[in-house]
């Protein structure tokens, strides 16, 4: 079983909306938590880093949040844009540096 | 340009062939990693190395292989072990184990 789940598996929004992609994680114990933006045939490019003691990471219109105690982590896209469709993918590191990778959600931003 | 660079974008392997993936890097990262993504999986590791002249195996390392002659080389060849090699392969590169991954741009492997 996959030690990080992502929800959902993809979805489609207007563009100038909201969403909020949802990661929950068993790896333990946590060093970190990153999201990457993967867009089509390309390699993954970091957008935040959380440690245990962050619970809230900008980076321009993506906020992440942590929750350390439930395990969870979100993503949000705040006035979403045509270039935001992509893959994002939850990545979460072990104290022993391991990597675990979720499967990723894909959003689809329509005019 | 600093970065990470694989090639070629797009291969083609016969059945019964090996085929080597190429990734180099001038960021002057120690560690270096090589990983396959499937459709719906998340990426999964095949060989990594904290440095030059040693690696180790990942998670699905059969039918892979690799060498780190150089700093800023990590080629993958895979195989004809490999008994299901299409996919989408991706190389990163990070200061040290456990830093931020900066990853290239991929190469997709179809088997003809």
């Known amino acids: 079983k996959n030690q990080v789940e992502q929800s959902p598996q993809s979805l489609i929004i207007l563009e100038g909306k909201n969403c909020t992609l949802q990661?929950?994680?068993?790896?333990?114990?946590?060093?970190?938590l990153r999201w990457y933006k993967q867009d089509t045939g390309r390699g993954p490019v970091s957008l935040t880093i959380?440690?245990?003691?962050?619970n809230t990471k900008s980076n321009g219109r993506y906020t992440a949040t942590l929750d350390a105690d439930t395990k969870q982590s979100s993503l949000h896209i705040t006035a979403s844009q045509l270039s935001d469709s992509a893959s994002y993918i939850c990545v979460v590191t072990a104290n022993d540096y391991k990597l675990s990778f979720g499967a990723g959600t894909t959003v689809t931003v329509r005019a | 340009d600093g970065g990470i660079t694989q090639s070629p974008k797009y291969l083609f392997r016969k059945e019964g062939q090996n085929v080597t993936l190429s990734c180099e890097q001038n960021l002057n990262h120690d560690a270096m990693y090589w990983y396959r993504q499937d459709p719906g999986q998340g990426l999964r590791l095949i060989y990594y190395?904290?440095?030059?002249?040693?690696?180790q195996k990942g998670d699905i390392a059969e039918g892979y292989s690799v060498s780190r002659e150089k700093k800023e080389s990590f080629p993958l060849t895979v195989t004809s072990a490999q008994k299901n090699p299409t996919a989408f392969y991706l190389c990163a590169s990070s200061i040290t184990q456990g830093t931020e991954a900066f990853f290239g741009q991929g190469t997709r492997l179809t088997v003809v």
């Open positions: 990661c929950n994680y068993t790896v333990s114990p946590f060093s970190n």
């Open positions: 190395s904290q440095i030059v002249n040693d690696f």
């Open positions: 959380m440690t245990f003691s962050e």
